[in-house]
């Protein structure tokens, strides 16, 4: 079965550049999360997005953006990055109509390391 | 406020050993949503279970097995026979029902280690 697909695996980066992590969701799904997780820390809740519109906004720093295109997947921007910055980046996608929180999927996750 | 929290940082056990972790949560809302989530050390967060605050009957999948108490707010997860391959980082997870986008909350995890 399909999953979610994160693209790519692995990032590295220098202090102050940009990055764009991207996320397609699994097939039909229409919500799209984005999770950030520090080394050795739990997942922390960045931004979602349902049918395209921004859903919910959690702790997602002024220098980071995101939105979901009309295919569904989306893309974290991230600008002028910072040491602090390094983290797994997960997405997860779901399927609204069948309980919003039924099932929620994760992709395998960016690792974005920056130096 | 929501919080979740899982006391249990580490835990190491042998093979074939039972193990329990412990997950208690916090919420004000009646409409809830329970997870636990195993990251095995490749990285990826894998879905185990998911429980609704209305059904509080425990259940087993294989060795896997939950017990939900609303009383005491706690959604414990219980390993049989424990395996090697049981070895990653567990976390438990809050979702309130109200909450559009499906946001978790996360404990903070508990590192299992199994021995062979």
């Not at chain 1, 220098?14 to 080394?39: M, N, S």
């Not at chain 1, 974290?76 to 040491?83: T, V």
Request: glycine share 6%; net charge negative.
């Amino acid at each position: 079965a399909a999953g979610v697909i994160q693209s790519p695996r692995h990032l590295i980066k220098e202090k102050r550049e940009t990055a764009t992590l991207k996320c397609y969701p699994i097939p039909r799904h229409d919500t799209v999360y984005w999770y950030q997780q520090g080394p050795g820390q739990d997942p922390q809740f960045l931004i979602s997005f349902y049918e395209k519109m921004q859903s919910d906004k959690g702790s997602i720093p002024d220098r980071f953006s995101a939105q979901q295109f009309s295919d569904y997947h989306s893309e974290l921007n991230m600008s002028s990055l910072e040491l602090g910055d390094s983290a797994l980046y997960f997405c997860a996608s779901s399927i609204s109509g069948e309980g919003m929180n039924e099932k929620l999927f994760f992709g395998s996750g960016t690792q974005l390391s920056v130096l | 406020a929501q919080k979740v929290t899982q006391a249990q940082t580490e835990i190491s056990v042998v093979e074939k050993e039972d193990v329990t972790l412990d997950c208690v949560y916090e919420t004000r809302d009646t409409t809830y949503y329970l997870f636990w989530y195993k990251q095995p050390p490749s990285g990826e967060l894998v879905f185990l279970i998911r429980r609704n605050s209305f059904d509080e009957q425990n259940e087993i999948s294989g060795r896997y097995s939950w017990n939900f108490q609303k009383s005491t707010s706690s959604f414990n997860f219980t390993i049989t026979a424990s395996q090697v391959v049981d070895s990653a980082v567990y976390f438990c997870a809050l979702s309130e029902a109200l909450n559009q986008g499906g946001k978790l909350i996360f404990g903070q995890g508990t590192e299992l280690s199994v021995k062979p």
